[in-house]
Structure formats: C-alpha cells, structure tokens
C-alpha cells in the first residue's frame, strides 16, 4: 500500500508540474525531488514505460506492476483534474501540427528509451547499488528529452502523462485529443521494452 501511494504521489506532481508549467526545467526537476522522495519506498518509476521495462528485468512482479501502472495512471488523472480546478481550461500533449507521425512516435520511443536505461542502469544495476546520484540521472534525462524531443512530440516519454491529461481534454474540455492518445502509449512502451531489452544484453550477470 505504502509503494502504491508513492507511485500515486509522484505522478500526480510530476504531471501536476507539466501541466501548470510546461516548463523543462521545472518538469525535470520535480522529476527529480520526487525520485529522491520515494526511491527508497517504491523504486520512484512514475511511469508505466519504466515499470513495463523493471518488470522485464526482473526486478517487480507482474501482479505489483500492474498495480503500480493503475495508481500512475490515477495519480495523472487527479493531476489533470486539479489542472482544471485551478486554471479552468484542460491541457493535453499532442505533436506538432502537419508533421509526419512517425517523428512524433520516434521521438517518444526513443526518449523514454533513454529514460528506461538511465533507470535501469542507475536505480537497479548491482554495479551502482548505494549511489546517490540516481535522482539527479534520472530528472537530467527528462530535462534534456523535453527540451530536445517536447516540441516534436509533446514531450510526454510516460503513457500517464499521455493518457491522464488527454482523457480529461476529452471527456471535460470535449476536445479531440484523443487520437492522440495511442502515440503515447505506443512510443513510450516499445521505448521502455527496448530498454530492458538493450539492459540484459549489456548485463547478463547482473539479475
């Protein structure tokens, strides 16, 4: 119960931040404190891409996956919601207006690839168990994505922060957003898969 609050916890700031701010800067960092937070408590993934490439490696079970996957994509859901409550208007990722949507969905892959490694070879590798600078790692990687990928893709890199905002933009901003939503769960789940991947063949001794 105590893992899945955090989960909960993180995302909803995470997505809480993007939201109001939109801001690199402010996403990564937050990203970042909130690593520091929880990593302790629930591993801090905060993102079903990451989950999905932890539990490849081995290092979750499918059953606390899935619950940690649910309680993300809540936690962006309430965000969204609270969104709405303060600034009276919803707001979704989506990509750049006529542009070719393999860009947008290469870019999410990609990037949440470089998320997921990041994870993999800083929260959970044997070889930097006891490090103090995961956090740092891992809020860095969301800061550069976001300024480099954002503006192509959306800069989402997580399917809670794709699906949690899109669905309110549906169902209260009664925008269209919705079609959106599959490149944001596409992109950033064969990035996470990749990873975990990639991950095991670079380490095999390490399980």
């Known amino acids: 119960m105590k893992k899945l609050l955090v989960e909960f916890i993180g995302t909803f700031f995470l997505v809480f931040v993007i939201l109001l701010s939109g801001s690199p800067l402010a ?3 937050i990203l970042m404190v909130m690593v520091y937070m929880g ?3 629930s591993g801090a993934h905060y993102n079903p891409a990451v989950t999905l490439a932890i539990l490849i490696r081995g290092k979750i079970k499918t059953n606390e996956a899935l619950l940690y996957m649910c ?6 859901i309430v965000a969204a919601v609270m969104y709405y409550l303060v600034s009276g208007k919803t707001a979704a990722p989506a ?3 006529g542009i070719n949507i393999l860009k947008p969905l290469f870019i999410e892959a990609a990037f949440t690839f470089a998320l997921a490694s990041v994870v993999l070879n800083a929260a959970t590798s044997k070889n930097t168990a006891g490090n103090s600078f995961y956090g740092l790692a891992i809020g860095f990687t969301v800061l550069a994505a976001a300024i480099a990928g954002g ?8 399917p809670a ?11 209260i901003g009664h925008h ?7 490149i944001y769960l596409v992109g950033p789940f064969s990035g996470g ?6 991950f095991k063949f670079l380490n095999p001794d390490d399980v």
């Open 95 to 97: 990509p750049a207006a």
């Open 71 to 76: 309680l993300q994509v809540l936690g962006a």
């Open 161 to 171: 922060v794709g699906t949690g905002p899109i669905l309110i933009d549906a169902i």
């Open 151 to 158: 503006p192509i893709s959306g800069g989402a890199f997580n």
């Open 27 to 29: 996403i990564g960092c």
């Open 193 to 198: 898969i990749l990873a975990a991947v990639v």
């Open 39 to 41: 990593g302790h408590i």
């Open 176 to 182: 269209d957003s919705i079609k959106n939503l599959w």
